[in-house]
């Protein structure tokens, strides 16, 4: 095979390659223009009047930071944009792009402008998101879709189609950079001569008219680089071989063409180009750009998006906070190594009468010294660590006795500890006042931050450091030594144990790991909150911190977070205002409240919580973000035939000699 011909399939030429322009245009433009008309102008023009001097709304400070959102924002787009374009491989139907990208894109973007509320939205998305999957995967079976096979199609590519793919990447850019800026134009043209847009800004129109085709040249360069990185090179023949006559290195192809179909779809689903690329590693790349630029200038662009009210929400999502917290904590122990924990929020409640033993006027009255207020709320910092360790010490000392057992058994244990400690904290009258619990508990103090009930942003802030940090902490231990061998537990004790893994060792690991992360979520909650109280903790708090494990899916970081989100949302934000919106005349719900006397959505929250959770565990059972070891095992194929490796070679031949060589 030529190498002209070699990649054909990959990268059709001609008008098929326009095709996959304006399919990818279309996919990308939607969505950008929609928010950009929604929010995404009015940003940019506030900002532009604070710096001309024709507004003083917003301080610098503010301004600065949405101008840098924004830069950053579009910048990531336009280079998705070229990325996306060089990394379709062009057998997926436009038509089946367009309904995900509605789907996953636009239904969120509408849902949050409808209700004004962040995670409220995104909760209700979820809620379309699983009947999505549902209702895709009848139509598949309907119409007996078969996606096709990844190694089918999998070829190296060579130096021309390697150029070629750059080409395109730039092309990508250079068109949506372009196309926005004339869509924009006109709108700005039309709001002008409706006198809605000051005549200072047209500066800034032609200007932005003239950068952004530029931009989108430069843009596509990066989103091509990004490419380029992940496609399988040819060498001097489309078999990966190499014409000298010494050994040869395993090409990344022949690695994919020796795994089964389920490994080779995973392995091969980062390989440019593919079927795709919205999933691939290298657009999740450009997602965390746009996820992280959104989350560490949200307290700026909050009234922006959604007016007033912007401290009451961050005080919101600083709760749903150490959620995702509690959820990465419990991850470790259920999701890593196996083991069924239902008494977590012990150790969240340890974490919180540490600070507020600690951290409160109640330390000088146990202790007789004296409690500076000025000074004693310093002490947070290091006491972050130290109710930590705390919380991991009770950690082990709760999984020492439970070594011997597993599942039920094990889930009974934890349960009762988690029914132990809270009545614990209530008895010790003469330690944290019983029923009154501990009040005046200091908030934490930092140079130049003002930390206050009335200031969420500092707390806001304070706890995405610490989910970085745990996220970070999680993403190390899974792949560390350890990771795998709470893995191995989880997969099959016994064969973990002939493996010679120490069982003892290692689940003490686990349910110390696990308590770490939740006294850090209880110290802060302690702090927050400025009071401890025994009924903040109660072992229902434990099922639904395991709820969000399950639904997120076991095993997976990113899919806890989404489920500690979704279960926070669903639970406190939708289901505790349906009474509110019952009583709105307006409301559909208050047509059931005045046809059933003296009925309340509040006496059957639990039931309408309990059904969502069975609706997404019948047809989401591997939960909502799964793992890839997790999708395998709840989707495995029947009757997987059986592949031919390069290993079923014969002896002497390029395949088998590729294949057995070890540098």
């Known amino acids: 095979m030529s190498s002209s011909t070699l990649s054909s399939r990959l990268y059709p030429p001609g008008r098929e390659a326009g095709a996959l322009l304006v399919k990818w245009l279309v996919a990308l433009l939607v969505p950008v223009v929609v928010f950009t008309l929604w929010s995404g102008e009015a940003i940019i023009n506030n900002v532009l009047l604070g710096f001309f001097g024709e507004s003083n709304q917003y301080d610098m400070a503010t301004l600065v930071q949405a101008a840098i959102f924004m830069v950053a924002f579009y910048a990531a787009v336009i280079a998705l944009a070229g990325y996306m374009t060089a990394a379709d491989s062009g057998r997926r139907h436009p038509a089946e792009l367009w309904v995900d990208v509605l789907v996953y894109t636009l239904v969120p973007l509408g849902l949050v402008i409808a209700t004004n509320n962040l995670i409220l939205g995104l909760a209700l998305s979820l809620v379309i998101w699983v009947l999505y999957f549902f209702l895709r995967k009848k139509a598949f079976q309907l119409f007996h879709y078969t996606p096709s096979t990844v190694l089918e199609n999998l070829e190296p590519l060579d130096s021309a189609r390697q150029a070629d793919l750059m080409r395109r990447a730039i092309l990508g850019s250079f068109w949506f950079a372009t196309i926005f800026a004339v869509i924009s134009l006109v709108v700005d043209l039309i709001f002008f001569f409706m006198g809605s847009l000051p005549t200072i800004l047209l500066i800034w129109v032609v200007a932005r008219t003239i950068i952004l085709p530029v931009a989108g040249y430069f843009l596509g360069k990066l989103g091509g680089i990004v490419a380029l990185r992940r496609v399988i090179s040819a060498k001097t023949n489309g078999n990966g071989e190499s014409n000298g006559d010494g050994p040869q290195k395993v090409s990344r192809w022949q690695k994919l063409r020796v795994l089964s179909s389920s490994r080779a779809s995973e392995e091969a689903k980062d390989i440019v180009p593919n079927d795709l690329p919205l999933r691939s590693s290298g657009a999740q790349r450009f997602y965390l750009i746009l996820i992280g630029a959104f989350v560490l200038f949200y307290p700026v662009i909050d009234p922006f998006l959604f007016g007033f009210g912007t401290n009451g929400r961050l005080a919101g999502y600083g709760d749903a906070g150490f959620y995702i917290i509690l959820a990465l904590g419990l991850n470790i122990v259920v999701g890593f190594a196996g083991l069924l924990d239902l008494g977590y929020v012990a150790f969240f409640a340890i974490g919180s009468y540490v600070w507020g033993m600690f951290g409160s006027p109640q330390f000088q009255a146990l202790t007789g010294i004296i409690v500076n207020p000025q000074v004693w709320p310093w002490f947070f910092w290091p006491m972050l660590l130290v109710a930590a360790l705390i919380a991991a010490l009770w950690g082990v000392i709760l999984g020492a006795p439970t070594l011997r057992l597993r599942g039920d058994y094990l889930a009974i244990v934890t349960l009762g500890f988690g029914e132990i400690v809270p009545i614990v904290f209530l008895e010790l009258d003469k330690y944290t ?188 059972p591997e939960g909502l973000i799964p793992s890839a070891r997790r999708r395998r095992e709840l989707h495995k194929v029947e009757e997987e035939p059986v592949e031919v490796g390069a290993l079923d070679q014969p002896p002497g031949s390029a395949e088998f000699e590729a294949e057995v060589h070890v540098e």
């Open 433 to 620: 006042n019983g029923t009154n619990g501990l009040v005046s508990v200091y908030s934490p103090k930092f140079p130049g931050v003002d930390w206050s009930n009335f200031t969420p942003a500092p707390y806001y802030y304070l706890i995405v450091a610490l989910i970085v940090l745990c996220i970070f902490a999680n993403i190390r231990l899974r792949d560390s030594r350890l990771g795998r061998a709470w893995i191995a537990i989880r997969e099959d004790e016994i064969a973990a144990a002939s493996s010679g893994i120490n069982l003892a060792r290692t689940k003490l690991f686990a349910f110390g790991a696990g308590a770490f992360f939740s006294g850090l979520a209880g110290m802060y909650h302690a702090a927050k909150l400025g009071t401890v109280t025994p009924d903040n903790f109660n072992s229902t708090d434990s099922i639904i911190y395991l709820a969000m494990v399950v639904i997120g899916g076991l095993g997976s970081i990113p899919g806890v977070i989404v489920g500690a989100i979704a279960v926070y949302a669903i639970n406190l934000l939708i289901l505790a205002q349906l009474d509110s919106l019952a009583s709105d005349p307006g409301s559909f719900l208050h047509v059931i409240v005045q046809a059933i006397p003296g009925f309340t959505f509040g006496s059957i929250r639990n039931l309408i919580f309990g059904t969502i959770l069975v609706i997404i565990m019948i047809y989401r």
